[in-house]
Nanobody, 129 residues
Framework: QVQLVESGGGLVQPGGSLRLSCTASGGSGPLDYYSVGWFRQAPGKAREGVSCILNSDGSPYHTDSVRGRFTISRDNAKNTVYLQMNDLKPEDTAVYYC????????????????????WGQGTQVTVSS
């Protein structure tokens, strides 16, 4: 059983930056044994995949709307996944969730909620002036 604790959300003005952190515990190995991802859910919308690392080589996937602005990374020594968010826009406002999956894949289309097994509690990100 993997437990995930997120932090780093908050209120930021358009064009600003935030870094989300997600620390994992209870797993059977370091984070590169798992797929990791960040998802978000805005009010009235379905949860969507934002950024994922789906295999052990660490190659990231970012959805089109955040590519070039967001960066996912992981620190295996700290068992922590990060999401660096730059040039934030009001449409980025949502609850952000980190997730871990027990399966690795090279198929970047698997950055979807159903592929992941464990979820954090979510952290609110609000982009507003």
């Amino acid at each position: 059983q993997v437990q995930l604790v997120e932090s780093g959300g908050g209120l930021v003005q358009p064009g600003g930056s935030l870094r989300l952190s997600c620390t994992a515990s209870g797993g059977s190995g370091p984070l590169d044994y798992y797929s990791v991802g960040w998802f978000r859910q805005a009010p009235g919308k379905a949860r969507e995949g934002v950024s994922c690392i789906l295999n052990s080589d660490g190659s990231p996937y970012h959805t089109d709307s955040v590519r070039g602005r967001f960066t996912i990374s992981r620190d295996n020594a700290k068992n922590t996944v990060y999401l660096q968010m730059n040039d934030l826009k009001p449409e980025d406002t949502a609850v952000y969730y980190c997730a871990v999956g027990v399966t690795l894949t090279t198929n970047q289309a698997m950055c979807v909620p159903g592929f992941f097994d464990y979820w954090g509690q979510g952290t609110q990100v609000t982009v507003s002036s």
